[in-house]
């Protein structure tokens, strides 16, 4: 366990569900991300949230909608996807600031996504 | 904006050789530095860091990295690799301020 854990591990759904995905931090860090990792690709930022507020979105569709209730949870609302969003989606948190040791991202265990 | 450019996309190598992996970044500011590992299986952890002072850092599991400023490297090595050591290596730099920008990554596979 790294303090970060993401639910479900798998999931598998048609374009027209929606799901979401769920990421929770034990860390007390002040920052968490979505990332996108596909295979042969570099990992792609999704979504920053820092302080409970989003400060990054990278053009992301408008079918990944993320939502972040508090410092410690961060979820990732799925609707209308394709199948070339099929993929493994990653949390991670970090804690942000001035102090040596901070930025450093801790990552989840990853929600391997398969889009039918 | 900042990339991270990872020259290799796989390595094979047999037990006990040397490995360097390149890692080379484009930004004109002060950035951090990171290289993170993703056994088979396993989440992305960090595997070193650099943020300020002595330019070569020690890691997990004998790994070092080099920070070069003048040719904005900061390549991975380590001088005897384990069957242990496959997995996917990913170089990230971070500026003041910014996010993190990972590299392709690398994929080594260490052969018994």
């Known amino acids: 366990e790294t303090g970060v854990t993401q639910t479900p591990r798998h999931l598998v759904m048609g374009m027209t569900n929606k799901k979401s995905l769920k990421c929770e931090q034990h860390?007390?860090?002040?920052?968490m991300y979505w990332y996108k990792q596909s295979a042969k690709k570099p990992l792609e930022l999704m979504f920053v949230y820092s302080l409970e507020e989003r400060v990054e979105n990278n053009s992301v569709p408008s079918r990944f909608s993320p939502e972040c209730p508090n410092s410690s949870h961060l979820f990732l609302h799925l609707h209308t996807l394709q199948p070339e969003d099929s993929a493994l989606y990653l949390c991670a948190s970090s804690q942000e600031g001035g102090l040596v040791g901070a930025n450093v991202l801790t990552f989840g265990a990853g929600s391997r996504l398969t889009v039918l | 904006a900042q990339s991270v450019s990872q020259h290799n996309h796989h390595v094979i190598l047999s037990e006990a050789a040397s490995l360097e992996l390149g890692c080379n970044y484009s930004?004109?500011?002060?950035?951090?530095l990171f290289w993170y590992v993703q056994y088979p299986g396993q989440h992305l952890q960090l595997l070193l860091k650099?943020?300020?002072?002595?330019?070569l850092v020690k890691g997990i599991k004998g790994f070092e990295a080099e920070f070069i400023k003048s040719k904005f490297s900061f390549n991975l090595r380590k001088p005897s690799v384990q069957w242990s050591d496959t997995a996917e290596y990913f170089c990230?730099?971070?500026?003041?301020?910014?996010?993190?920008?990972f590299g392709d990554g690398t994929t080594l596979t260490v052969k018994p």
């Open positions: 650099y943020f300020s002072g002595d330019p």
């Open positions: 860390l007390g860090h002040n920052a």
């Open positions: 930004y004109g500011g002060t950035v951090n």
């Open positions: 990230a730099v971070k500026a003041n301020a910014g996010k993190s920008t």
